[in-house]
Nanobody, 127 residues
Framework: QVQLVESGGGSVQAGGSLRLSCAASGRTFSRSVLAWFRQAPGKEREFVSG?????????YYSDSVQGRFTISRDNAKNTLYLQMNSLKSDDTAVYYC???????????????????WGQGTQVTVSS
């Protein structure tokens, strides 16, 4: 059974930092496209950042987090990370990690492209 489990969410003041983790089990994702999405109350789920297993492909970030967030992965630990700095109140949302299936070869920004999802972790940024 494939599981993605996020952790590291919480409440911070604006300008602060958090590091999210997504631990995978049930299969290896060393050759999968991995991504973070988020969903704020009353809004659609939106792409935050994605990372290919191919090191020649640069990580991709949404405009809203470019320069503040950093995505990374540790294949040995089957874990995905999201370092979030300079947090703003607009970053408040439930954050989800996602993994693509064998068919996914590019960093997709549409949630429907991803086969596996975590349960989400809440991030609340107060101003």
């Amino acid at each position: 059974q494939v599981q993605l489990v996020e952790s590291g969410g919480g409440s911070v003041q604006a300008g602060g930092s958090l590091r999210l983790s997504c631990a995978a089990s049930g299969r290896t994702f060393s050759r999968s496209v991995l991504a973070w999405f988020r969903q704020a109350p009353g809004k659609e789920r939106e792409f935050v950042s994605g990372l290919s297993w191919m090191t020649v492909i640069e990580p991709y970030y949404s405009d809203s987090v470019q320069g503040r967030f950093t995505i990374s992965r540790d294949n040995a630990k089957n874990t995905l990370y999201l370092q979030m700095n300079s947090l703003k109140s607009d970053d408040t949302a439930v954050y989800y990690c996602a993994a693509g299936g064998d068919h996914l070869r590019h960093i997709a920004t549409q949630s429907r492209e991803y086969n596996y999802w975590g349960q989400g972790t809440q991030v609340t940024v107060s101003s």
